[in-house]
Every structure is written in C-alpha cells, then in structure tokens.
C-alpha cells in the first residue's frame, strides 16, 4: 500500500528563545516531527537534522552573547577609566587652583625677569611683624645705585602678618619654593626691626627707644653666601610713639648714608 510522503512543518522559534528552554525546543521539534507520519528512517534524518541545527543555532548564540559580554566588560573598563582619568584631571586642576590662590596671597605679580639682570625684592618688618614701608622704601633707595633689578612692592603684606616673613628670615621651612621665587627674583633683602624702651626718672621719665634693624641678603638661587648687617639707633620722647619714631628717623638716615651693603 503507497504511503504518502507528507512534508515537515517548518518550525521558526526566535533566537532569544534557545536561551530560555533549549530543552524544551528539541522537544517541540521531535514531537512535530513524529506527528508528521513519515517513515522511520526519514524521521531519524530529519530529527538528526533538526537537532544539529539547533545546536548550530544555540552555538551561534553562545558565541554572541560572550561577544557582548566582553564588548560590554570593555565598554565598562573604558567607562572606568575615563572616571578615573576625570577624577584625577580634576584633582589637579583644584590642586592647581589652590596654589595660585596661595601665590596671590602673598605675592604680587611683577613685571618679567630681563636676562641678565639680577632681581632682587627687599620688604622691611617691623617689630609687631607688620610691613614696614618707610624702612622698606629707604632700603629701596639705597640700593637703586647697585647693578640690581629691585622689585619693589612684590610681597604682599600678608607676607609678613602671616609668619612667611620670619621663616624665610631664619632659613626654616620650604618657603622660596612654595612662592616659586626662583621664577621671580635672584636673591631677597629682608630687615627686621627690634625695639626695647627704657625710662629714666632723674630726666622726668624720658622715655628711651632703641631701635635695631637686622639686615640679611639671602640667595634665591645658586650657591651665594648669605651676608648681614646690623644698623642700631636710638631715639628720646615723653611717649613710647614720640620716642620711636625719632629712632626710626635716624635708622632710615643710617641706612642712606651706609656704604657697607652691596649684593656683590
């Protein structure tokens, strides 16, 4: 009796599919296959060839989801370092900000360096570690015969009020490189006042201020020697401001006259 051949139904199931039941697919592919009521051994091919298939097919997937699992672990680690590379651009730049709002502080910005001249910035302190401009301004003029460039004016006051003065005086902490003055300036003149007052009551309590001024000239840059002078002076008044500012008059005429500092 003639058997008639009846085809397979094609069977389409989605890619995304063989991910969730691959089980269950071969399952549905024997199962049409057996209803279909072909022959045994055609069954067997086409079973066989369903199931390679399948296999090809759940291959393919596999292989293209580690594809995006590694596109997307490399997607990940190019988004790390690029926050990384943010988080660290950022630190600078703030790191870099914060220094110059500390130069600006202390510093003013001057003109530039002429090649070949040396820079020198001289500030005078008084003895309540505030600026002192009239002994600043006398240094100032007696040095402009030196072959020196004098930046005058290139500390702020804060340089002084803020203890930057005296450290840099004594040699101590890392102050020429934290203001970046080897940029700037070749050596630096500092003057720091002292005043001790005194009375005499056989002269109606006249009051007596002796004034020393203490003068360093410090290399910025090189191997310099460091040099020193000492100018004192005294002054007399019925008051501790009468009596001092007579002694600072005649330091000030002191340091016009002296013929003894030089830079070289």
């Not at 085809?7 to 989605?14: D, G, Q, R, S």
């Not at 599919?17 to 055609?42: E, T």
Request: glycine share 4%.
């Amino acid at each position: 009796m003639r058997q008639d051949y009846i085809m397979p139904i094609p069977i389409v199931v989605p890619v995304d599919y063989f991910c969730l039941s691959r089980q269950v697919i071969l399952a549905n592919c024997v199962q049409a296959i057996s209803g279909s009521g072909m022959s045994g051994k055609n069954s067997k091919r086409v079973t066989t060839f369903v199931c390679v298939m399948a296999a090809i097919a759940i291959l393919i997937h596999v292989v293209q989801s580690v594809r995006e699992q590694k596109r997307a672990v490399a997607v990940a680690q190019q988004q790390r370092e690029m926050e990384s590379e943010a988080i660290v651009q950022k630190a600078f730049q703030d790191a870099a900000a914060e220094h110059a709002s500390y130069l600006a502080q202390y510093v003013n910005s001057g003109p530039a360096r002429r090649p070949g001249v040396e820079a020198v910035a001289i500030v005078a302190a008084s003895e309540d570690g505030k600026l002192n401009r009239a002994v600043t301004a006398a240094l100032v003029n007696r040095f402009q015969s030196e072959p020196v460039e004098i930046a005058h004016s290139f500390f702020k006051p804060a340089f002084v009020s803020d203890g930057l003065f005296n450290d840099a005086f004594a040699g101590t902490g890392d102050i020429f490189n934290k203001l970046e003055l080897a940029k700037s300036l070749d050596a630096l003149l500092l003057a720091r006042q002292e005043v001790r007052y005194s009375s005499n009551p056989s002269l109606e309590n006249v009051i007596t201020a002796t004034m020393q001024l203490n003068v360093v000239a410090l290399p910025v840059t090189g191997q310099a020697d460091s040099k020193s002078w000492t100018f004192t002076a005294s002054g007399a008044g019925f008051k501790q401001e009468e009596a001092r500012a007579m002694a600072e008059q005649r330091l000030i005429k002191q340091i016009t006259t002296d013929t003894n500092m030089t830079f070289n």
